[in-house]
Every structure is written in structure tokens, then in C-alpha cells.
């Protein structure tokens, strides 16, 4: 498969879901919109190589998965940002700020003096500064309401540099000014990394599509259909 993408599937198919093919390049947003839950998380874990799909090949950032070693997975998928619905993107028995930082200090760039400029900056992109930030940075997620985990979890890929973020339900219960401010924040990622890639799993009924997922057309929207 292609270093060109920075991820690939061919004829993925799953208990849940039949085959499909992506191909996402530098720079791209793609929709994958799932009828259910339980196929929206199917895919994205055959996608990511967390699971072992029924049929087809993975290549994520050039590299097909089929064979390759945990270690290589693992170092795969540390340039990988992974954000799902609370509380699955955030560790509970850390507060907030390492919450955001440590994933970048073991498996990312590292910390620098832009650090907290790019945490804060990214966090008031979607509304959240001055009180919020003395608030919450020293607390633990558990304080967080949906938006504002969803929100942190973007700034900690923000901070890891990753190259590939994967978004699973990111907007799902959310008021519309809410999903907003969240749309605000990947535009903010794209400017600031022009070849980040983004792959948004909805589920199909997910009005969210209509607050322009897609700048200036650089991706598409695939639909899952159930597995026969």
C-alpha cells in the first residue's frame, strides 16, 4: 500500500460491516458514518489494528498492518490520536493538564516552551480560557462535562503532533453551538498542521454533517452498510 495515505483500507469488512474502501491522504477529512454504535467502533478498531477484521488489508500511515509486530503497531499508533465520546479518551486518576501533556512527553515531541501557548490557544478556540483553564487544568476529567472532555482530548492531540486523528462520535449528545465550537477546533488543527489527517466516525443520522465537516472539499463521506 501507498506512503502517500495516511490511511488505507481495501474491502475492510467486519461482523458488522461490509467491505469498504478508504484512502485518506495528507490533509484530508473523511466521514464514516455507521447506522449503530456497535459498527461505528467495529470499524474504527479494524481501522486502528485494535481488532482483527473479518476480511480485507489496513495500511495506516504507510504501513500495512497484516503481520507486522506489536512494538511497530504500538509505535503506528503513537502518531495516532484516538478521541472517543467520555470517558473513554481520558485517563481518570490523572488531572486534566497531564492529561493533555504526558501522551506527548512519552510518545510524541516532547514538551517545549509552546507547549502550554498551543494548550491554551487550542482550548480557547473552543470557548474554554481565563477561569475555566484555573479551574480545570489541575483537576481530574470526572469535573468535565461532555463537551469540555471532548474539547481537552482535541488539545492533547493537539499537543502530540499526531499525524492521524481519528474522531469516533465526537459530537454525538451535543447542542449544536457545542458541536460548533468542536468544528472550530479541528479547523484550528488544520491550520496549524496542514497535512494532519482526520477521520470523523458518525453515526448516520448525526446532524453534525451539516456544519461542514470537509474544507474546501479535501476528503469525502463513505457510509457503512451492515455485513450480509
Not at 454504535?37 to 467495529?42: A, D, I, L, Q, S
Not at 482550548?123 to 484555573?134: E, I
Not at 443520522?205 to 470537509?214: K, N
Request: net charge negative; charged share 20%.
Amino acid at each position: 500500500m501507498s506512503e502517500d495515505f495516511h490511511l488505507q483500507t481495501r474491502g475492510l469488512c467486519g461482523r458488522t460491516f461490509g467491505p469498504v474502501s478508504l484512502a485518506l491522504r495528507p490533509g484530508e477529512t473523511w466521514v464514516v458514518l455507521a447506522s449503530t454504535r456497535e459498527m461505528g467502533v467495529e470499524w474504527t478498531d479494524c481501522a486502528l489494528g485494535l481488532a482483527e477484521p473479518v476480511g480485507g488489508s489496513v495500511a495506516l500511515l504507510g504501513h500495512d498492518l497484516a503481520g507486522r509486530a506489536e512494538t511497530e503497531r504500538r509505535g503506528l499508533l503513537a502518531r495516532t490520536a484516538y478521541v472517543s465520546p467520555p470517558p473513554g479518551s481520558l485517563l481518570s486518576n490523572l488531572k486534566v493538564w497531564e492529561n493533555i501533556v504526558l501522551p506527548a512527553c512519552y510518545h510524541g515531541p516532547g514538551l517545549d516552551d509552546s507547549t502550554e501557548a498551543t494548550v491554551i490557544a487550542a482550548l480557547a478556540t473552543a470557548g474554554l480560557t481565563g477561569a475555566w483553564l484555573d479551574r480545570h487544568l489541575p483537576s481530574t476529567p470526572d469535573r468535565l462535562d461532555p463537551f469540555e472532555a471532548r474539547a481537552v482530548a482535541l488539545a492533547r492531540a493537539a499537543v502530540s503532533q499526531a499525524d492521524l486523528l481519528v474522531g469516533e462520535f465526537l459530537f454525538d449528545d451535543l447542542e449544536p453551538r457545542f458541536r460548533r465550537r468542536l468544528v472550530a477546533l479541528l479547523d484550528w488543527m488544520r491550520d496549524r498542521r496542514p497535512a494532519l489527517g482526520i477521520v470523523l466516525v458518525l453515526l448516520a443520522d448525526d446532524p453534525t454533517e451539516e456544519i461542514g465537516l470537509i474544507p474546501g472539499g479535501r476528503g469525502g463521506i463513505i457510509t457503512l452498510q451492515p455485513a450480509l
